[in-house]
């Protein structure tokens, strides 16, 4: 299995992920860490390890990150994930999982460092983790396979007209992050990165069916997540006048398991950081205003519905 670190703020959507991950076979989560996003750090990092309790799994450590974007307020999404990040259930378990006592940045790094094959990196929040660690730890860099992070948006944003949540919360982490992935010659490490971005992840409606195959499952991590899933179809009804909520963060791992679930183009994206109205704007360069511009990531486009639900459906089976 290839193994991965996923660095997350769940947030509903984000606890999909983890259990897509650690409940697919072609994955070894090697480590989870958080950051403050959907809900501020105590939160996000207390629901890490709820969605973990929830599974049945232990082992995995868990570890807190950054409390607060490189150089901006932290502003959590209560409306879309509730006062905890987490709302929908009458009240949250408490975790059986433990926290690891070492911050995010040393436990990523100590992860890389110990796995005789490079681990791919799994952001599911803001990057201000994966900012931090390429600017402290460039030691590590060579370690890492790539990045696949759910962020950013080919075309309108989420928070502002361009912006998405998790660019928008932290641009210059993700400038940081986006240079790292340029070629050495353009001044970057060259680290292949892969833009998950609501132009995808929007295909990944939670429609009704979609909660009864959950609901289906059966056993106590899908009674569960059901009550997430309703309560965020609920917001996002409410907060963005969709009628389905777009389960965002798992299309990262479901890449990660398999790339033949989404369709990716090799282009040049940067990230606005200086815009009064378009901070965190990715600004993802097509056709032909691409020429002679370097090609730093990887931009995922069309995602195959079924095959990304089926895999969700699957790992909660496999779970407690
Ligand atoms: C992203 O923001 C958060 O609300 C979700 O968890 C997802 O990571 C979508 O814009
Ligand atoms: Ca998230």
Known sequence: PTPVIIDCDPGHDDVFALWLAIGNPA????????????????????????????????????????SHPLSRKAHAAVDIHGENALGGPARLPTPTVPLDPRDAITLIADTLLASP???????????????????QRPDVIPRIREII???????????????????????EAAD????????KDAGGH??????VGLNITHQALVTDEVIARVEAVGNNTAAFGVQLLKF?????????????????DPVTVAIAIDRAVATV????????????????????YLLDQVKG???????????????FFDLIVEAIGRLA
């Open 27 to 66: 994955l070894d989560v090697r480590a989870v860490t958080t950051v403050a996003g959907n809900g501020s750090l105590e939160h996000t990092t207390l629901n890490a390890r709820i969605a973990l309790s929830v599974a049945g799994v232990h082992g995995i450590p868990v570890s807190a990150g950054a």
């Open 117 to 135: 094959e490079p681990v791919t990196l799994i952001p599911t929040g803001p990057l201000t983790n994966i900012a931090a660690l390429i600017t």
């Open 149 to 171: 992070w759910m962020g950013g948006a080919v075309d309108r944003g989420n928070v502002t007209p361009y912006a998405e949540f998790n660019a928008w919360a932290d641009p």
């Open 176 to 183: 940081i992050v986006f240079r790292a992935a340029q070629r």
């Open 190 to 195: 060259g680290v292949r990165l892969t833009m």
């Open 232 to 248: 965020f179809c609920k917001t996002y009804a409410e907060v963005q006048g969709m009628p389905a909520a777009p389960l965002h």
């Open 265 to 284: 183009q090799r282009t040049h994206v940067v990230v606005e950081t200086k815009g009064e109205y378009t901070a965190g704007a990715t600004n993802v």
């Open 293 to 307: 511009r370097d090609l730093n990531v990887e931009v995922a486009m069309q995602l195959d519905v079924k095959r």
